[in-house]
């Protein structure tokens, strides 16, 4: 079962999984995103912050981040009874995300469900058409639930319980869209975050998950600004980069 936790420094989510959590995760990412590469489409801002997370769980499970072993319950008794040698740890690998993509990530895939309905099996499928099965559907949007509420978790340990609730319930209760939404905006809350004194993350962390879930007058102001831009260089939002939201070389987690 995949577990998530808040890193030391308050920086990210650690999530946690063996090989089979995490290849379940990231199959489920890459099936509800669907195959369309295509900036117009209304989810592709959601879509690409799924998958950049895809991108380091899957590295994880392929052993390029850190890795532990947890007891698996295997005892002697339980190997003479069935005849076998068993290990008696698993290998569970380990990955970091930055607060507010997975944030981000925990609200904004629930409007892209119903877009993404449409990858999979369905009455009106074209001749010749291979589709998922409905069932890969079910499957998918519970493995993305699930990693939506170890977010959520994570999240509380830091800012409280009470100050989650709030959050969550100005979540469901906004009227806010995710459609066209401008990633940039991800970019300068992750590095706000990184810039954010240790002693005051938890205060930093609580004000970004709220303009994430309500999203503040700044936000269409970017917004607003990515459009003239685009227009202007006659391309889209996605295709622009403000050269002054650069990462750090090192993310101290």
Same mark, same amino acid.
């Given at each position: 079962?995949?577990?998530?936790?808040?890193?030391?420094?308050?920086?990210?989510v650690?999530?946690?999984?063996?090989?089979?959590?995490?290849?379940?995760?990231?199959?489920?990412?890459?099936?509800?995103?669907?195959?369309?590469?295509?900036?117009?489409?209304?989810?592709?801002?959601?879509?690409?912050?799924l998958?950049?997370?895809?991108?380091?769980?899957?590295h994880?499970?392929?052993?390029?981040?850190?890795?532990?072993?947890?007891?698996?319950?295997?005892?002697?008794?339980?190997?003479?009874?069935?005849?076998?040698?068993?290990?008696?740890?698993?290998?569970?690998?380990?990955?970091?995300?930055?607060?507010?993509?997975?944030?981000?990530?925990?609200v904004?895939?629930?409007?892209?469900?119903?877009?993404?309905?449409?990858?999979?099996?369905?009455?009106?499928?074209?001749?010749?058409?291979?589709?998922?099965?409905?069932?890969?559907?079910?499957?998918?949007?519970?493995?993305?639930?699930?990693?939506?509420?170890?977010?959520?978790q994570?999240?509380?340990?830091?800012?409280?319980?009470?100050?989650?609730?709030?959050i969550?319930?100005?979540?469901?209760?906004?009227?806010?869209?995710?459609?066209?939404?401008a990633?940039?905006?991800?970019? @300068?809350?992750?590095i706000e975050?990184? @810039?954010?004194?240790?002693?005051?993350? @938890?205060?930093?962390?609580?004000?970004?998950?709220?303009?994430?879930?309500?999203?503040?007058?700044?936000?269409?102001?970017?917004?607003?600004?990515?459009?003239?831009?685009a227009?202007?260089?006659?391309?889209?939002?996605?295709?622009?980069?403000?050269?002054?939201?650069?990462y750090?070389?090192e993310?101290?987690?």
């Amino acid at each position: 079962m995949l577990r998530f936790k808040p890193t030391e420094h308050l920086t990210g989510v650690t999530i946690q999984g063996d090989l089979q959590d995490f290849y379940e995760l990231t199959e489920s990412i890459y099936r509800i995103t669907g195959i369309v590469d295509d900036p117009t489409s209304a989810y592709y801002g959601v879509r690409n912050t799924l998958l950049a997370i895809c991108y380091g769980i899957r590295h994880a499970y392929m052993g390029d981040r850190d890795i532990f072993t947890v007891e698996n319950g295997m005892n002697q008794e339980i190997m003479r009874w069935h005849k076998m040698i068993t290990p008696t740890n698993n290998v569970y690998y380990s990955v970091n995300v930055l607060f507010p993509l997975a944030i981000f990530a925990a609200v904004s895939m629930q409007q892209a469900f119903p877009s993404a309905r449409k990858f999979y099996e369905s009455k009106n499928m074209k001749e010749g058409e291979h589709l998922p099965p409905y069932s890969d559907y079910v499957h998918d949007k519970a493995y993305l639930n699930q990693f939506a509420a170890g977010v959520w978790q994570a999240l509380g340990e830091v800012i409280g319980g009470l100050e989650l609730e709030k959050i969550i319930r100005s979540w469901e209760n906004s009227y806010d869209s995710y459609a066209c939404y401008a990633t940039q905006y991800i970019d @300068k809350c992750n590095i706000e975050l990184l @810039k954010a004194p240790l002693e005051k993350r @938890k205060d930093k962390l609580r004000n970004i998950a709220k303009r994430l879930v309500k999203a503040p007058q700044a936000y269409y102001t970017l917004l607003r600004d990515l459009h003239a831009a685009a227009k202007e260089y006659n391309t889209d939002i996605y295709s622009l980069h403000d050269s002054r939201l650069e990462y750090p070389e090192e993310i101290e987690w």
